[in-house]
Structures are given as C-alpha cells and as structure tokens.
C-alpha cells in the first residue's frame, strides 16, 4: 500500500493550518515567502542610505497587492471557463489569498524591527532570508506530510522549496 492510499482510506483529517486544503497553503505560503525574499533583498541596496521602515510597508503592500491580484484572477477565469459550477464570490476568493500574506508577515516584522533601531537592516535582510528559507523547507515538508507522503519524500519536498529561497540568498550576494 503506498502513502497516499493508506492517507485517503484510514487516516483523520489533517491538524492545524493545513487542514482541508494544504496543497493551498503550500502554493500561497511558498509564493509569499518568495516573493518576501526577493523583495526584501531587492531594496536592501548597498552603499545607499537604509531605510527599513519604507522597505517593510513595500513589503507588505507587494503581498497585500499580489493576494488581491492572485484572487480576482481565480474569480476572471473561472468567469472565463463558463463552467456553471459552485463558486465563491469576488471578496472570498480575494481573502482565501490570505496565507501569501501571513507567510510575507515575518519579513515585515524583522525589517520593521530594524526601523525601530533594534539592528541594521542588513542584519534584518539576512536573517529574513535564513528565516524564509528555514520557513519554506518547514512548509514544503509539513504540507508534504499532510497529503500523505511519507518521511523521505517529505523532507525532499521540503528540500526542493528551501532551494527557492537559496537561489534568492546566491541571487543576492552576486547582485551585491
């Protein structure tokens, strides 16, 4: 029998976050910590003047923005398809975006907390980065474990999305 079988015949329902639909979690969680990185790297520019409290609100407002965008997007294609099914209406489809924004929140809270004077943004940079890509191995192998794969094939899944956000870390120290 293999992982999915037994998953779908004789196990509970998936605890936590992840419960229902985790293959949803998993999209929208890696694309907002992605898209965190990326920007996050992206305006922490070196030799210019650090301005973290600016960085964090071009976070937040890029996620905030790419969640509404994602969502309509869901509402004009299935508008497009003609389908007839069941659907949720414009202002659900736009909040069910909601994961690709908590997942950017981490990023935005250390770069704030460099606005506050705590540490540089340098230091809030790099470890959003590490913290990120620690986050996107965790969700790849949790969202894994809960559609049923087994301990190894978990841990490549969670290997695979952390890759994402080494690419980004490479990215921005041959940028810099």
């Not at 079988?5 to 936590?16: C, H, N, Q, T």
């Not at 969680?29 to 922490?44: C, E, K, N, P, T």
């Amino acid at each position: 029998m293999n992982a999915h079988a037994g998953a779908a015949a004789g196990s509970p329902a998936p605890r936590g976050i992840l419960r229902g639909r985790p293959e949803q979690w998993l999209f929208k969680g890696i694309y907002g910590l992605v898209l965190a990185s990326a920007l996050v790297a992206a305006l922490d520019v070196p030799g210019e003047k650090a301005n973290p409290g600016q960085d964090a609100l071009w976070v937040l407002l890029t996620a905030l923005v790419s969640a509404v965008a994602h969502g309509y997007a869901h509402v004009i294609a299935r508008r497009a398809s003609g389908d007839g099914a069941a659907r949720p209406g414009r202002v659900r489809a736009v909040l069910d975006e909601w994961p690709l924004v908590a997942a950017a929140l981490p990023t935005v809270v250390l770069v704030l907390a460099a606005s506050a004077g705590w540490w540089a943004e340098e230091t809030a940079v790099d470890t959003a980065l590490g913290l990120n890509t620690v986050s996107l191995f965790c969700l790849g192998v949790t969202a894994a474990r809960a559609a049923g794969l087994g301990r190894l094939a978990s841990c490549r899944a969670g290997a695979l999305d952390m890759l994402l956000g080494l690419a980004i870390i490479a990215a921005d120290a041959l940028i810099d």
